[in-house]
């Protein structure tokens, strides 16, 4: 299986209907395999963001800490302790509506009834408000131009 061909990819604009729900882009939905999804707090350039992860992700997540040769076994369970603490797990319905608990739409500054944009990140997307989205856009293409002087993608 091409890692690329079941990548999540791109930047789209939906709508949160009044449950709380988002419509994930058709191509994103076979990349969530059974539908389960974990959502996690976090944030992106200085902003918050709600991230979505795979099951890959999430996996990657926990073996990053373990291949964390510097910490101890107990900065180890901390840290996986702190993640397992900020997720929730999540799924995504067969029309690929992902339901997003009320409280968590408060720290991303997502409201229901709003347009959100979610960005594609390989093995997980991000969903912001379009303002923070327009914010974190500024720094994130300040700092790809620097890093694309290394390797002349854009």
Request: aromatic residues 8%; negative net charge.
């Amino acid at each position: 299986m091409n890692q690329s061909e079941h990548a999540l990819q791109g930047a789209f604009e939906h709508k949160l209907d009044p449950k709380c729900r988002v419509s994930v882009p058709s191509d994103w939905r076979h990349v969530a395999g059974s539908g389960q999804l974990r959502l996690l707090q976090s944030s992106s350039y200085g902003l918050p963001t709600l991230r979505i992860l795979t099951e890959e992700e999430y996996d990657d997540m926990l073996k990053t800490v373990d291949g964390m040769e510097e910490w101890s076994p107990a900065q180890k369970k901390k840290m996986k302790g702190k993640l397992h603490s900020k997720c929730q797990k999540g799924s995504m319905s067969e029309q690929g509506k992902l339901l997003i608990p009320k409280a968590w739409c408060e720290r991303p500054g997502i409201e229901s009834g709003e347009a959100i944009k979610l960005v594609g990140r390989g093995t997980y997307f991000e969903i912001l408000s379009l303002e923070n989205y327009q914010a974190m856009k500024i720094s994130e293409d300040e700092e790809t131009e620097r890093l694309n002087e290394e390797v002349d993608f854009f």
